[in-house]
């Protein structure tokens, strides 16, 4: 669809005066494409280089184009996961999440952005520190400012389970009209509505986005429980507290909708929605020994588009045709996506092959024909590696290779190389973490540390250690090091006088 409207717009700046860079100027040039008939507007496909496919696509959409009902939708972009203040393996990313904010603001600009969705997770922890709330401030102020030439863009953020959301919510009363801190449980039925004045018709286009906050089932279902006392008692588990929740939102959108047909709506979550792949960076919420809730609980409730986030890495989820009994079998099937972190933040979203940004994006979602669009997020984080070999290599070719990544070290051996640390400190710029896969081990009789039944005193703990770990008797230079390590330890145990 973006490149038909593309081919509109071109076609409009080949008339006198061109076209004005607005939205607008799509509809000006939507209205100039209506007026011709099929055979012109094949002519001008021609003329204007456009593919075959295209051609018949805008020969196909001058019957929609005509139609007085036909809206032109709005501009989404969905994102999460921000995780402001964190770190990896100790390295400081201020700088790295600076940039990609700084990315975002300049995209939201440049795609002519109507609405950005935070889904969950801004700060790393529920106490951020005061360069974390600052960065926090300076993003929210700029993408909220007042345009000269458009409506502001509404930005709505919603808590994750790294966030406070009471801290998170702190003033939000007391915000700019299109800055929208959901991070109470009890709005969630209450959508942001955002309205934007159409061209061709009298009516604004609104599109309603229902913000849900992290919903932890032992916090959230108490309040939950009151908002539906009706129901039946809500269970222990995030399925749980996530179908009351959906129960609320699918009610206030039936009611809507019955005033409003073409009402699009948007749900923003922070969950994990079962048969998405997780990484090794997002904490732990499991409760009860589940942590998922089904993707059939987003079917047939007249979503349009489930905004998620919680889990890093970027990646569209399924969610099955309503099976549920009165479901709207002929709704628009949910789009659902994870937008995934703006930084990579562990060694599990590695690229490969590897690559500066490690292929972090977000979510661009027009709301006319809910066309998405992956667009890579412009962070310059160094590429995270994973290697994995023998120290000949990993000193020799690969160090070459990739010296100015941030690589993960598995070091391949039969016993530990002497001063294999520094040597690798030395190869490459960056070696966040390091470690050593012994292949020859002798059996150890399916134990998995040293066995200190064998041990009389603290010198044969550390010497079975090592006998254990290098499958050796630790030399005479070292057994040296080890009595002299033991002898400090002891001193440094001893009572004082």
């Known amino acids: 669809m973006r490149c038909i409207y593309g081919f509109i717009v071109g076609v409009m700046a080949s008339r006198p005066g061109g076209v004005r860079q607005r939205r607008s100027g799509v509809h000006d040039s939507k209205n100039y494409v209506v007026a011709m008939s099929p055979d012109v507007v094949w002519r001008c496909a021609v003329r204007h280089r456009c593919t075959v496919g295209c051609r018949l696509d805008v020969v196909r959409l001058l019957p929609r184009l005509n139609s007085p009902r036909y809206a032109w939708g709005m501009r989404i972009l969905h994102t999460s996961d921000w995780h402001i203040g964190r770190r990896l393996k100790g390295v400081d990313l201020t700088e790295y999440q600076r940039k990609a904010l700084d990315w975002l603001v300049e995209t939201v600009r440049r795609e002519r952005v109507d609405v950005v969705c935070v889904s969950g997770d801004v700060y790393d922890s529920p106490m951020p520190s005061a360069a974390s709330v600052d960065i926090l401030d300076d993003v929210l102020t700029r993408l909220t ?18 966030d406070s959301a009471r801290k998170l919510g702190f003033g939000a009363h007391m915000m700019r009209d299109n ?8 709005d969630i039925a209450t959508p942001v509505i955002v309205r934007r004045a159409g061209r061709d018709d009298p009516r604004p286009e609104s599109l309603a986005i229902y913000a849900l906050p992290y919903l932890d089932p032992d916090v959230a279902r108490p309040t939950l429980q009151a908002m539906l006392p009706d129901g039946p008692a809500i269970p222990r588990s995030h399925e749980g507290v996530m179908a009351a929740a959906m129960t609320l939102v699918e009610a206030d959108l039936r009611r809507r909708r019955a005033e409003d047909p073409g ?39 007249g979503i349009d588009y489930l905004a998620l986030g919680h ?45 500066t940004g490690n292929g972090k994006s977000v979510v661009v979602v027009d709301t006319d024909d809910m066309a998405v669009r992956q667009l890579p997020v412009g962070s310059d984080q160094p590429a995270l590696v994973q290697l994995r070999d023998t120290p000949e290599r990993l000193l020799g070719d690969l160090a070459e290779r990739y010296c100015d990544d941030w690589v993960s070290i598995t070091v391949v051996c039969d016993a530990y190389p002497h001063d294999m640390y ?49 499958d050796r008797e630790p030399t005479e230079a070292e057994g040296d090091v080890l009595r002299a390590a033991v002898e400090q330890a002891r001193k440094e145990q001893e009572p004082c006088d």
């Open 179 to 186: 800055l929208h801190l959901r991070c109470a449980i009890d």
């Open 422 to 470: 520094r040597r690798l400190d030395a190869a490459y710029r960056h070696p966040l973490e390091k470690k050593f896969e012994i292949r020859r081990r002798r059996d150890t009789g399916g134990r998995a540390m040293a066995d200190l039944r064998r041990s009389h005193g603290e010198f044969d703990v550390v010497r079975e250690f090592v006998r254990y770990t290098l």
């Open 263 to 301: 009402l699009r709506a948007v749900l923003m979550a922070h969950a994990f929605v079962s048969g998405a792949a997780p990484s090794d960076s997002e904490r732990n919420i499991t409760v009860g020994g589940v942590d998922g809730v089904p993707a059939a609980l987003f079917a047939g409730g």
């Open 145 to 162: 400012a007042d345009a000269d030439d458009r409506p502001a863009v509404d930005v709505v953020v919603t808590p994750g389970n790294h």
């Open 311 to 355: 889990l890093h890495r970027a990646q569209q989820v399924r969610i099955p045709a309503p099976a549920a009994p009165g479901a709207d079998a002929s709704a628009h099937p949910t789009s659902a996506r994870y937008a995934g972190s703006l930084l990579a933040y562990s060694f599990s979203e590695a690229c490969m092959p590897p690559k």
